[in-house]
């Protein structure tokens, strides 16, 4: 499923986002989407999906393609490929392994939060259980987006 918005004169910018949980999916897009309006969301609802999307595994089904992400949203509590290992491949790709991976998780164990950035991730956002909070969380999300990635590649 693809999220798109347009309309700030900005160039679209492609967003991954590997999130199984509907309602979480559901919620970052819409608030993305409201907070940047340049940016074209591509959702994968598992890690298959993710690496099918990123052109990184040999499927036999055709998969709708996306332009190289400017970033990527990971959840790590994924069905059939676990966000770690969706992690461990995507750096271990030569074309992709530049990309910034944010991981977007309920596990606030340290032990996992050492690990994920240990294999490359940028940084690490835990869900807070709260909308609220899960609202304060993404508006630090949209600062990330717009001072490392999206306006940070404008700028250039």
Do not use: C, W
């Amino acid at each position: 499923m693809t999220y798109s918005s347009k309309g700030n004169g900005m160039s679209e910018q492609t967003v991954l986002l590997v999130e199984d949980n509907p309602d979480h999916a559901e919620i970052i897009t819409r608030v993305l989407r409201k907070m940047m309006r340049n940016l074209n969301i591509r959702l994968a609802s598992d890690g298959q999906q993710a690496l099918e999307i990123l052109g990184l595994t040999q499927s036999a089904k055709p998969v709708e393609k996306i332009p190289t992400p400017k970033i990527i949203l990971l959840d790590i509590r994924l069905p059939k490929i676990d966000g770690t290992e969706v992690l461990k491949i995507i750096k271990a790709s030569p074309a992709l392994k530049k990309i910034p991976v944010i991981v977007l998780t309920t596990s606030e164990r340290k032990e996992e939060v050492k690990k994920m950035y240990a294999l490359g991730a940028n940084s690490y956002i835990v869900k807070p259980g709260k909308f609220e909070d899960f609202m304060g969380q993404l508006k630090k999300l949209r600062a990330y987006l717009e001072d490392y990635t999206i306006l940070g590649s404008e700028k250039k």
